[in-house]
């Protein structure tokens, strides 16, 4: 079973990456593009020539880089998933994998991007590029941390008060904890006093609109492909089990 969860979280990891490229070239990149164009014309000259052209970041390496993340989300979602299924609820295995991606999406990606959210070229100071990836990272991890324990929470209360009201003390303690991490850690804010607002903006926005379709697509994936596989696993089985 964990080598079918795990096979359909690769293939489901590589539809997500791609789907997420895709969204990135033709929303994201233009963004990209003209931050760049700004940061030119903010020196007075172009910047020294990349290692890498920018024809191959925006297409070769940007698939790359958007499948290779979709593989090792796609593999650990299948481990989590392998977790939890049937732990939570008499739920379908869609739903599980639907409600996972949506938790996922909101403790991996939106809590953090909320704090730390991304930034295009022209913005943030090269000095400070460890410092910030640091931050990320650390509230990333109290982020990813503080969901399962809500979840660890949530299951044990279930049986005292209920499955829904479980859920609930749990989302409003991983709130309530990360609202007070977010207080506490420091705040990155190194955007140049001359930088469109808007174009910040739309390139925010596109940002996370590449994870949402990232995690989007896994869940709906990997929810089809391990209910087919479970379907037919049943079929096959009937006529031992009539034997």
Not at 170 to 184: D, E, F, H, R
Request: glycine share 10%; net charge neutral.
């Amino acid at each position: 079973m964990m080598r079918t969860l795990l096979v359909r979280g690769l293939i489901a990891g590589l539809l997500a990456g791609l789907a997420a490229a895709v969204f990135a070239f033709f929303v994201g990149e233009p963004h990209v593009d003209a931050a760049i164009a700004f940061e030119e014309a903010t020196a007075g000259h172009h910047a020294e020539e990349p290692l890498v052209s920018r024809d191959v970041q925006r297409t070769i390496g940007l698939l790359s880089a958007h499948l290779g993340i979709g593989l090792a989300l796609g593999g650990l979602f299948s481990v989590v998933f392998a977790v939890v299924y049937g732990r939570l609820g008499g739920f379908s295995v869609r739903a599980y994998s639907a409600l996972l991606a949506g938790a996922a999406f909101v403790a991996v990606t939106l809590v953090p991007f909320l704090k730390y959210p991304a930034n295009p070229p022209a913005v943030g100071q090269a000095g400070t590029a460890v410092s910030r990836t640091e931050l990320y990272f650390v509230f990333l991890a109290l982020s990813v941390i503080t969901a399962g324990l809500a979840v660890a929470a949530a299951r044990s209360f279930a049986d005292r008060f209920g499955g829904w009201a479980a859920s609930g003390i749990g989302i409003l303690g991983y709130t309530v904890v990360m609202t007070v991490c977010a207080v506490l850690m420091p705040p990155v804010n190194e955007v140049p006093d001359d930088f469109p607002a808007t174009l910040l903006w739309d390139f925010r926005l596109a940002s996370l609109g590449g994870l949402v379709v990232l995690w989007l697509v896994l869940g709906a994936a990997f929810g089809t492909l391990v209910h087919r596989a479970l379907a037919h696993r049943a079929l096959a089985e009937a006529p031992a089990v009539a034997a």
